[in-house]
């Protein structure tokens, strides 16, 4: 790929491939790359925009939600077809979850291991920006090795969405605030994505209708596992076809050794989140954890102006009518994440 061909990293991923690709691209991870000094300048500005004031984040969220929504909603309608030409309906769990987190509820599930939201704010308010350099460095390092060629889940070299020539440090401050905001607006995907199909990989074959286990399913069968993947925006000629799902979860297990571990084959999906959220209760965040924390600063960031403009503004309009982060993009912040739809067509339904 040429230096012109490709995206910036001020324009959002379409899907989970692209995700992973912009956070590998703005970490100078992918390449056999890292940018450590990039790593820092993210975290410095994320810090800077959870301290500053309220206000001022939240007519910055609602401006930048407002660029995204029209791909968010196209993909949507384009993807969702596509995931349901299967006879599996093992969608509705992380669509109780997203329609949870655009309503701004407790992030699923809501038991005693539950995470309050006003804990999630204390702790966004007070993080330490070495703290958030080092989850950022554990998030990149983890999906670097789960999409590694060969050792991971890729197939030889898979081209990145985003131009090789894209880096933090030729980025204005604004557009390095546009990226922060891409930033916390894509990891409750990433989180919700990749826990899912570790679940759903590691469930026992003895597992039922809706949630068949895809441990023992090929990237090649025209199955729940392939549909699940090219909804994310793989295709088959990008993965390692001869690995089975348990292989995946074996990658996903490696890359985030300390957060996706243990048997899973007899929780199901809200109780093996359950799981994850439990070590967090009393250390949020955990360096060890970096999906879970992250997701949890991004669930108070995007829940923050949302809480505000219902609470106080009695024009403020109503999040109903569409599922998910669909609702949250849309109306009010319109995000447009450009064309994350496609991600939350393999899940909404």
């Known amino acids: 790929m040429s230096a012109g061909q490709g995206k910036s990293l001020t324009t959002p991923p379409e899907n989970l491939k692209e995700a992973i690709d912009w956070v590998l691209r703005v970490s100078g991870r992918d390449n056999n790359q890292k940018d450590d000094e990039a790593i820092k300048g993210l975290a410095g500005t994320l810090q800077a ?8 984040v939240k007519e910055e969220v609602k401006e930048k939600f407002g660029e995204v929504s029209k791909s968010v909603m196209e993909n949507f309608s384009k993807s969702k077809t596509q995931i349901y030409q299967t006879s599996e309906r093992g969608f509705a ?30 702790w966004a308010l007070a993080v330490r920006e070495e703290t958030l350099q080092n989850l950022i460095k554990d998030l990149a390092n983890g999906l670097k090795k789960f999409v590694a060629p ?70 090649n069968s025209n199955k729940g596992l392939k549909k699940y993947m090219a909804a994310l925006g793989y295709t088959e000629k990008d993965l390692n076809e001869s690995e089975k799902g348990q292989d995946i979860a074996s990658h996903l297990q490696s890359a985030f050794s ?24 009393s250390s949020l965040p955990s360096p060890s954890h970096p999906l879970t924390s992250l997701y949890f600063l991004s669930y108070y ?8 403009v219902q609470s106080t503004s009695p024009a403020s309009p109503s999040f109903t009518g569409y599922s998910g982060l669909s609702a949250l993009a849309g109306g009010a912040y319109g995000l447009n994440l450009g064309g994350l ?9």
């Open 93 to 122: 769990v992380p669509h109780g979850i997203l329609h949870k987190f655009s309503k701004g509820l407790e992030p699923f599930p809501s038991g005693s291991a539950a995470i309050s939201r006003e804990k999630a704010e204390r």
């Open 49 to 56: 925009m959870l301290n500053g004031d309220p206000g001022v």
């Open 341 to 349: 739809g496609t991600f939350m067509g393999a899940l909404l339904a």
């Open 301 to 308: 960031y995007i829940t923050y102006p949302l809480h505000d």
């Open 258 to 281: 300390t957060e996706l571990s243990g048997n899973v084959s007899s929780q199901d999906y809200p109780d093996f989140l359950e799981k994850l959220q439990k070590p967090l209760k």
């Open 150 to 219: 060969t050792s991971g889940i890729v197939q030889g070299s898979v081209a990145s969405a985003y131009k090789p020539d894209a880096k933090w440090e030729s980025l204005q401050a604004a557009e390095r605030k546009d990226c922060a905001i891409i930033f916390l607006a894509i990891l409750p995907l990433l989180y919700i994505a990749v826990t899912y199909l570790y679940w759903r990989c590691s469930l026992s074959n003895d597992s039922s209708e809706p949630f068949v286990s895809w441990s023992g399913q090929r990237f």
